[in-house]
Nanobody, 120 residues
Framework: QVQLVESGGGLVQPGGSLRLSCAAS????????MGWYRQAPGKQRELVAA???????NYVDSVKGRFTISRDNAMKKVHLQMNSLEPEDTAVYYC??????????????WGQGTQVTVSS
C-alpha cells in the first residue's frame, strides 16, 4: 500500500507565501507524474501544477508566475511553493502521484488534503 501525506497548509494574508509538501511512502518501485490539485467550496477539483519524472512542469494559467512545483525523487517528495497568494487560491490542496509497485503495475494515489486559506 502507498500513502501520500501532505503538510504546510494554513492561513496566510493576501500577498503572502506558503510551501506545501507531500511525502510518499509504502510499496514504491518508482513514481511517474506527481501533482497538486485544489478544490474550493462549490467548485470542481482542478489541477494546479504537475511535474513528470523527468521534471517537465505544467501549471494552470491562474498560478503561472506565482507557484513553483518541484520534486525530490530520492526522498519521494513533491513540493509546491506558492507566492503572491490571492483570496482566490483558498481551497483544499491535494497531492496526487502515479506510483508504480513494479515496472508494469502503476496506480494513482491521493493525499488526504491540506487547507490553504488566504484572507486578511
Amino acid at each position: 500500500q502507498v500513502q501520500l501525506v501532505e503538510s504546510g497548509g494554513g492561513l496566510v494574508q493576501p500577498g503572502g507565501s506558503l510551501r506545501l509538501s507531500c511525502a510518499a511512502s509504502g510499496n514504491i518501485f518508482s513514481i511517474n507524474d506527481m501533482g497538486w490539485y485544489r478544490q474550493a467550496p462549490g467548485k470542481q477539483r482542478e489541477l494546479v501544477a504537475a511535474i513528470s519524472a523527468v521534471y517537465r512542469r505544467n501549471y494552470v494559467d491562474s498560478v503561472k508566475g506565482r507557484f513553483t512545483i518541484s520534486r525530490d525523487n530520492a526522498m519521494k517528495k513533491v513540493h509546491l511553493q506558492m507566492n503572491s497568494l490571492e483570496p482566490e487560491d483558498t481551497a483544499v490542496y491535494y497531492c496526487n502521484a502515479d506510483v508504480c509497485a513494479s515496472w508494469n503495475s502503476c496506480k494513482g494515489y491521493w493525499g488526504q488534503g491540506t487547507q490553504v486559506t488566504v484572507s486578511s
